[in-house]
């Protein structure tokens, strides 16, 4: 049973410097999202595709996020600039249309 | 108002009871609705997902959605000490592009003593 699987696991940066992270949704969801998540909160929307578009985009996300999905496959998150607020677990998902989503393992990342 | 709202807890309950977990949102729209368990430091898992009105069964696990109340709840029966973890409601509006953005509550911590 391949599930979602993400990379890295965990990732700690300095402040300033740029991060990328990989998602590899199941394979035959059309349907990739991205989440952040901070301790005692749930999941905060960033993003999702819907095959290789990308449909919505938080208000929230600045401009150093970007996400990219080439081939309507794998996806990844880029931050650039990373400040110390922006550590938490970043989490992917993936779906079958608007059906039920499920989650990666998350990366965790750490700005010092 | 935030658009997901649960009590935070924790939630206590011994073994072998019925845990009730509730959850409101404010989009009347919404059109979909999921509960996640989370252990601590993992990710979320999808337990129950809800699109009509009423009961939803699914082994030890009920959900319940009343769309004129914007409310759902999850009941957990004969409660376990492994369901011991935060739950996540969640809610998915009907977003301008035809999909979907999904809205999570803080979650809940339900601890199940022995």
């Known amino acids: 049973d391949t599930g979602v699987s993400q990379d890295p696991r965990h990732k700690i940066t300095k402040r300033g410097q740029n991060v990328t992270f990989r998602c590899d949704p199941i394979s035959e969801h059309n349907r990739l999202y991205w989440y952040r998540q901070t301790l005692g909160q749930g999941p905060e929307f960033l993003t999702y595709f819907q095959n290789e578009a990308q449909l919505e985009k938080s208000r929230l996300l600045s401009d150093r996020f970007s996400a990219e999905r080439p081939k309507g496959s794998f996806s990844t998150l880029e931050i650039q600039r990373t400040e110390q607020g922006d550590s938490a677990m970043y989490l992917c998902?993936?779906?079958?249309?608007?059906?039920?989503?499920?989650f990666g393992p998350g990366t965790r990342l750490t700005v010092t | 108002q935030k658009e997901v709202e649960q009590n935070s807890g924790p939630l206590s309950v011994p073994e072998g009871a019925i845990a009730s977990l509730n959850c409101t949102y404010s989009d009347r729209g919404s059109q979909s609705f999921f509960w996640y368990r989370q252990y601590s430091g993992k990710s979320p898992e999808l337990i129950m997902s809800?699109?009509?009105?009423g009961d939803k069964e699914d082994g030890r696990f009920t959900a319940q959605l009343n769309k004129a109340s914007q409310y759902v709840s999850l009941l957990i029966r004969d409660s376990q000490p492994s369901d011991s973890a935060t739950y996540l409601c969640?809610?998915?509006?009907?977003?301008?592009?035809?999909?979907?953005?999904?809205?999570f509550g803080a979650g809940t911590r339900l601890f199940v003593k022995a």
């Open positions: 809800i699109y009509s009105n």
């Open positions: 969640a809610v998915t509006p009907l977003g301008r592009t035809g999909g979907f953005k999904t809205i």
């Open positions: 998902a993936s779906s079958s249309g608007v059906a039920e989503q499920y």
